[in-house]
Structures are given as structure tokens and as C-alpha cells.
């Protein structure tokens, strides 16, 4: 393979990454817990857009129940967004010679 080509490969990924950085940023993805007492809606660049917190819950006036599920909701809302972006990056690289244990 000469230079060239590796140098045409190289921008083709780079502008395939920014287009799945831009698609993934404006995705919102869903964390919940407390089977759904607490949502946080987080874009795919991690910036959170919404917490909702069930009214019920408010009632309770536990607040060491709500500080843990509202870290809950973070922590799978984070999780969402990493599984997504790791879903793209494989839809990105299929078929590009990758060398292994190779990761972006």
C-alpha cells in the first residue's frame, strides 16, 4: 500500500469520526432508575437536557433515596451514551483494515 492511498484512508476515517461525533451529539438518550422514578436525558456528547424526578417520590422525603437514584439515572443515561457510541464506531470501521486491538 503506498502513501497515497494510506493518506486517502486516514481523511476518509477522520471525516467518517466527525460525521458519528456530530450524529451523537444530537442523539438523547434515556437513564432511568427506581423503575423509573428518575429519568436523565443526556445528549451523545454527555450534556444532560432533562432530569425528571417523579412527584411521588418527593412525597417520600427521602433524600438519601433520591441522591441515589437521581446517580443511578446519571450512571445509565452515561452508559446509553457510551453503548451508542460504541454501536457506531463498529458500523464505522466494519470492512476497514483495523489492526487488532485497535480502539478509537
Do not use: C, H, Y
Amino acid at each position: 500500500m503506498n502513501i497515497g492511498k494510506m493518506m486517502q484512508q486516514a481523511k476518509k476515517m477522520q471525516e467518517k469520526m466527525q460525521q458519528m461525533q456530530a450524529e451523537l451529539a444530537a442523539m438523547e438518550l434515556t437513564g432511568e432508575a427506581g423503575g423509573g422514578m428518575v429519568r436523565v436525558v443526556m445528549t451523545g456528547d454527555r450534556m444532560v437536557r432533562k432530569v425528571e424526578i417523579d412527584p411521588l417520590l418527593l412525597e417520600d422525603k427521602d433524600k438519601e433515596l433520591m441522591e441515589d437514584l437521581i446517580a443511578a439515572a446519571f450512571n445509565s443515561a452515561s452508559q446509553a451514551v457510551e453503548a451508542a457510541s460504541k454501536n457506531m464506531q463498529s458500523g464505522m470501521l466494519a470492512g476497514m483494515p483495523i489492526p487488532p486491538g485497535f480502539s478509537l
